[in-house]
C-alpha cells in the first residue's frame, strides 16, 4: 500500500520512499507526494533520484491501494531508497487551478443550484459544465464577479476525512450529478473552503482562497439543453 503524503500535504514536493514493486519502466513506492492523476486533475511530473542516478517521472497512476511511478528507462530494484521531487511550480498552478474550479463550483451551487456534470483542468485553465437551463453574457458576467470576491475573502482551505458511512449521509458533499465515489472506498476525504464549499475530493489544493489570484471565465457555451460550460484561466505568472 502506497501512503499518499499528498492528501495530508499538498505542499509537500520533495521526501525519500522506498520501491517496493516494479514492473517494467514503472516503480511503486511505499508512500509518494506524487498525485496520480483522477478527478480532472492531470498527474505530477518531475524526478526520482536512485544511487547518484536521476529518472524523470513521465506519469503516475492508481490501481488498487498502489501509486505507479512510470520512468524513463529501467528502473531501481525493489528495496530502492529513492528521493522523490515534484516539478512544484507545475504544482502549485495547478493546485491554484483545482481551487479556482472548487470556488467556481461553491458559488453555482451556492446561489444557483447547479450540480456539476464534467469538468477538466489543466495548468492554470480549466473547464466546468453545470446543469443549466440557460446561460447568458449577464450571468457569467455576474459569476466572475461572485468567484472573485470569494478569492479576495482570503477563506482558508482545509481537510478532513470521514467515514463512507457518515459521508452518504450527506449527499451534497457529491457535487457531480452522478456520484463518483467508488463503492470500495471506505473513507472519504472531504475539502473545504470555509463558509463556501463542502465536497468530497481526492486533489490537491491551496491553502487560502486568495492564493488563487483572480479567476477569468474565458468563454461558456451550451453542452445540451441542460448542460452549460463555463472555461476559466488564472494568471500562470503572478505567483
Known sequence: MTELLFQKDAYLHEHEATVVAVQGNEVALDRTCFYPGGGGQPADEGTLQASGETFQIVGARKDGDEVWHELDREPPPSGTVVTLRVEWDRR??????HT??????GVVWRDY?????????????GRMDFEFEQMSAELVKEIQEKINVEVEERRPISVHFMPRAEADKHPDLIRTKVNLLPEGIETVRVVEIHDLDTQADGGTHVSHTDEVGPIEITGYKSKGKANKRIEIKLDADIF
Not at 502549485?92 to 487551478?97: A, F, H, Q, S
Not at 479556482?100 to 463550483?105: D, E, K, P
Not at 443550484?113 to 485553465?125: F, L
Open 100 to 105: 479556482a474550479m472548487h470556488i467556481l463550483c
Open 92 to 97: 502549485y498552478v495547478l493546485m491554484r487551478t
Open 113 to 125: 443550484g447547479a450540480k456539476v456534470t464534467g469538468g477538466n483542468m489543466e495548468p492554470g485553465q
